[in-house]
């Protein structure tokens, strides 16, 4: 995969429709298309050339610990962002031990223009496995994200929550970058899977077309449990409950629970930009998607689902510890479009 996915065709179809559009020139990076990370970073390059914001031009695939870093130094102008990554940024810690001190400096140079759920972390296996849920991870092999980033840290601390195992020390991770995963998933290299899920999954539905999937949600009395709680009140972190439906991640993948509800962890972030960015750009960008957030919900079924357009502190883990807050550009179209922010997410 070349480090830019172009979108030159698309904008050019999009100008023929609405006009000459502004020649600001911005670069994004996120991860996976197939996640809401992608989905998201992908439509607002499609909206911001629709309105005559700017040209966006994307790298999909990305490790996100690195793309909020290069947003943080000025590198990238737009990143998604699980919100995890600023909070462990500031402290220096986790992927950005090297950063020390460094790290609560460049953290603040990062604001928000709107949020979103990334994804729920539950653990499948195909049926035809001999694997019979959270209680099986004991010495299996478990695939659970690419070698570096927010998705494997928050895989591993899930695996924790449920089963007391670390990874190396009870089970065996096993870490393939997201442009192999569908392939990792069916090629029998890992007993199961704590990925990043939506509802219903992308990734999950293909490799569903080599055989059926199941899903287990995240024990309910652990899952209520105090630390399980605790840990669901941490910077970039939701508590993802849905009614099961036959429909829920898609054909072919069934839920094991015990009761009619899911429950998984959740992770959430936004697309962030510089704290340096023109207020007017800022503005502009938050505007068009605000205004067609529509457009965001339908470009995959899951996308109506991620709580976009969400101020609730609950929905969007602003606030608190969170070290990052919306971009003032940002809060301008939001409150100009009617919503009412949170005085502790404003700058």
Known sequence: MSRYTAIVGLVTALAMTSGAYAQTNLSAETGPPTGAVGASIL??????AFEG?????????????????NVAEGKTDIAAAPFILPFLMSRGAGPYAALGDQGKELASKIAVLYTYRIAAFPIFAYESGNFNGWQDVAGKT???GPPRGAALNRARAVIKLATGLEDGNGYQGLQVNWGQAVKTITDGSAAANVLPVNFPDARMSQAAAA?????????KDIFEGEATQKYMKAPGTVAVEFPIT?????PGISVVSEDDTFR???EVG???????MDFELAKALTAAFLKNIDVYKNKTPYMSNVFLGETDTALTSLCGP????????????WEEAGYTLPDCAKP
């Open 142 to 144: 478990i695939y659970n």
């Open 270 to 276: 936004g697309d962030v930009v510089s704290v340096d």
């Open 53 to 69: 914001v700017a040209n966006i031009q994307v790298a999909t695939g990305q490790t996100l610990t690195n793309s909020v870093q």
């Open 264 to 266: 998984a962890p959740g």
């Open 43 to 48: 439509t607002l390059a499609e909206v911001a």
């Open 246 to 250: 036959p429909d829920l991640f898609g």
């Open 322 to 333: 969170m070290p990052i807050k919306y971009h003032p550009g940002a809060v301008a179209a």
């Open 211 to 219: 055989g059926n999937i199941k899903v287990w949600s995240f024990p």
